[in-house]
């Protein structure tokens, strides 16, 4: 499209130049521009898009959006124009969110082509968003995915960057979903992606709140919890029907909010959900395992059998069940989905001939690795072995928290590195053990990871279970002087494979 036609969006006025300026791709990165580049000037955490003005000019950027509510001592209208250089200046009163406008505009509409289900919540998003568009695969709904591990645009994966992307990276996957022939798009919305309008535009099918702990309170995410909650429940500003875990806290505060602007059902094991799960039980096969449980739902009655282990995974079974019955899904499709969906680096398991189970898991906080423990406890033959560091340049409560519940619930525990960034490895597990001391918790330290792994897989008998915690899907590990691949799923296999081969 050109120029006159984006001035037709309400809010958004021509400032230099012509109607006719060709516009194909909308960019808030001024290194990604090229001639037809429209760049979108947006404020971020540490810089503003203002700055890179120039940048944009330089690699050929046909037109920039700037917004009126900029710095106007130190961007001024003058300095921007200079900076311009060629460019056409389109002015708006918000370029964040006219970064999604526009682009929904440049790329031709394609929400409109996708039936849309959207998750939100501290834990679960990942899961359900692979459990979701396993069902919708085994109905035949080609569908797109974007969140935390990878996104699929018409079947390609493609490296996630940040769980929501910003909308012009969002619409600019959609029409390739779309021109694919995806149908339908299931997406994890982050508290982020919702405060600062990466996801503006957007009309979902179907959304979802699933839980809310206390996570991202920090300077540069949510300045509190309310702050968090806010923010996650504005997911039901423009959803046709919204659903909510009616097993938290937060159900009737989230329903009071949601139920003035969209239709509403609970799903869980509460009595008085709509969608609702009984008779859970806990099964193993090998190295897998996972439940049983019945449905009870509008659309749905019977079995249903989940290959991921624990009472949380029954109710991000039931988020997606109730997701897929607002979307028209067959109960067969359902049924087959569910059996054959596994989600990389939640509670995967790890192939072996040891007879012992090992799982590989993001819990990376303490909630979510007592979470996890609690889980394994419940089918654990043996001993729990739990393998886990913490993240450099992150919190460091988070380290003593994770230290204390590893020191009460695991047998044994293995300290060693996770991303330790820029600080001390060793550092970082000094603080880890701080915290699992007082426990009386048996544990060792090794702070190679790989070797930490290696041993754990070595030591362990049959029926013993090898929790390998805190970095999931990644396939890196961050030093302060580099960054080196690493697998945990691949350095358990390969363990796993030595200690056979040994015959120990």
Known sequence: MNTGELAK???????????DVYIDSVEFDSRKCRKGSLFVAIKGFNSDGHEYIAAAAAKGASA??????????????????????????????????????????????PEERLDIAGITGTKGKTTITFMLRSILEAASVPSGLIGTVVNIAGGKRIKAEHTTPESSDLYKMMKDMADSGDKALVMEVSSQG??????????YK????????????????????????????????????????ADIPYKDEAAEYAKARCDVLFYGTAPDADIRAYDIRHYSEGYESGSFFELESPWYKGQIRIALPGRFNVSNALCAISCAGVMGIPFDAVRKGLENAHVPGRMQPVPNDLGISVIVDYAHNAAALENVL??????????????????????????????????????????T????????????????????KPTAGVFEIEADRALAIRHAISIAEPGDVVLIAGKGHEDYQIFADRTIHFDDVEVAMEAAGAVKESGQ
């Open 206 to 245: 179907v959304a979802a709140f699933t839980n809310l702990y206390e996570d991202h309170i920090a300077p540069n995410e949510h300045p509190d919890m309310d702050d968090y909650f806010r923010s996650k429940l504005k997911i039901f500003d423009n959803c046709a029907t919204g659903l909510i875990n």
């Open 194 to 203: 919702l405060k600062y309008d990466r996801s503006y535009g957007l009309r």
């Open 417 to 436: 590195s996770d991303n330790p960034r820029t600080e001390d490895p060793m550092a970082i597990i000094g603080d880890i053990v701080t915290g699992i």
């Open 374 to 415: 609690s889980t394994v406890r419940e089918y654990a033959g043996k001993r729990i072995i739990c393998v886990f560091g913490c993240g450099g340049d992150r919190s460091r409560t988070r380290r003593f928290e994770m230290g204390e519940v590893s020191g009460n619930m695991a047998d044994l525990t293995v300290i």
């Open 9 to 19: 969006i309400e809010g958004i006025r021509i400032v230099r130049g012509g109607p």
């Open 64 to 109: 920039v959006l700037i917004d009126s509510a900029r710095d106007l001592e130190k961007y001024s209208l003058d300095k921007i124009l200079e900076k311009a250089q060629d460019m056409a200046v389109i002015e708006t009163a918000d370029s964040r969110k006219a970064l999604g406008i526009v682009s929904q505009a440049v790329y031709g509409h």
